[in-house]
């Protein structure tokens, strides 16, 4: 996983240069998602000044608006962008918007008025972006969405680079099926409310899951390990042995789902079995006690 996270983040950077006009050191691969663009050469004698009037990646000065550290993904994330703008010599502006939409959209307005060049944002939930995007647009400055989506008109950003949490959703499904073939009763573990990956990765699990298995309870854990438990611990309350299966949103809140199993004096990964999303160090070492069925990659490219 990490070396699918530092590929997005050169994605990333190698887009929003190209967007201020940066003469890149390397092309980039682009994703299904990615917007691209198509130049033609000039001719020998044009070419000189159009790339004197070029800057490159040290010239480049991107706004981050980070909406946390929820997760062990989003920790990663985290540290692959700061670790790739060091070593591209990209000046990054970073905030830690503690998964609070305001907190976001503050830092937007932070650098907008500091002048940077460009945005990532990856939206905390998909509604309520316009006013601020609209203010980013009467600036100048392009806003690339990052990981999730927002509900804004498509000519509010240039460009979303992120992961298909619906097909995510939709592989988490087809892995129950398989997990409980005679049907069962699961629990469900959302993430953030109103965020792209929990209303995605909801409806895509949905879509794929047998009819003979029935969601009995779906709340919010939002993404994190802390409150996956807590969530956990309530519906064994409520559910106790009625519970023959587990779907997470997340790896976090599986990884706090599996602590309160325990607790409760049940086997996590026998007596009820747990799908999960994202593919963390954490998720792999819980597969391998056993205590983890399933998690489904969460990869950008």
Not at 192 to 211: K, Q
Not at 291 to 301: A, D, G, Q
Request: charged content about 25%; aromatic content about 6%.
């Amino acid at each position: 996983m990490k070396v699918s996270k530092v590929l997005l983040v050169v994605v990333i950077l190698a887009t929003l240069a190209a967007l201020v006009g940066c003469a890149a050191p390397a092309a980039a691969p682009a994703t299904s998602n990615q917007a691209t663009t198509s130049d033609q050469a000039a001719p020998a004698d044009q070419a000189a000044p159009a790339e004197q009037g070029k800057k490159t990646y040290k010239d480049l000065v991107v706004g981050y608006a980070q909406l946390g550290a929820e997760s062990e993904w989003r920790t990663a994330n985290t540290a692959s962008i700061k670790e790739t703008a060091d070593e591209l010599g990209v000046t990054l502006k970073f905030s830690d918007a503690q998964q609070k939409q305001e907190n976001q959209i503050k830092a937007i307005r932070s650098f907008i008025a500091q002048g940077v060049d460009v945005i990532g944002v990856p939206p905390v939930v998909e509604t309520g972006w316009e006013t601020v995007f609209k203010e980013a647009q009467d600036a100048g400055i392009p806003i690339i969405l990052v990981d999730r989506r927002a509900d804004v008109p498509e000519d509010m950003y240039v460009s979303y680079l992120g992961s298909d949490f619906v097909e995510e959703g939709r592989k988490a499904g087809n892995e129950m099926n398989k997990l409980l073939p005679d049907g069962g009763k699961i629990v469900e573990l959302v993430g953030t409310v109103g965020s792209a990956p929990a209303n995605d990765r909801f409806s895509g699990f949905r879509e794929t899951l047998n009819p003979n298995i029935e969601i009995i309870d779906s709340q919010s854990g939002d993404f994190t390990r802390a409150k996956g438990k807590e969530v956990m611990e309530a519906f064994l309350k409520k559910y106790g042995n009625e519970i023959t299966a587990l779907y997470a949103h997340n790896d976090d809140m599986a990884l706090g789902a599996i602590q309160a199993i325990e607790e409760y004096g049940l086997k996590p990964g026998e007596d009820i079995k747990i799908v999960s999303i994202d593919a963390v160090r954490g998720a792999f070492q819980a597969m391998i006690d056993g205590k983890l069925n399933v998690t489904v990659e969460c990869n950008p490219l």
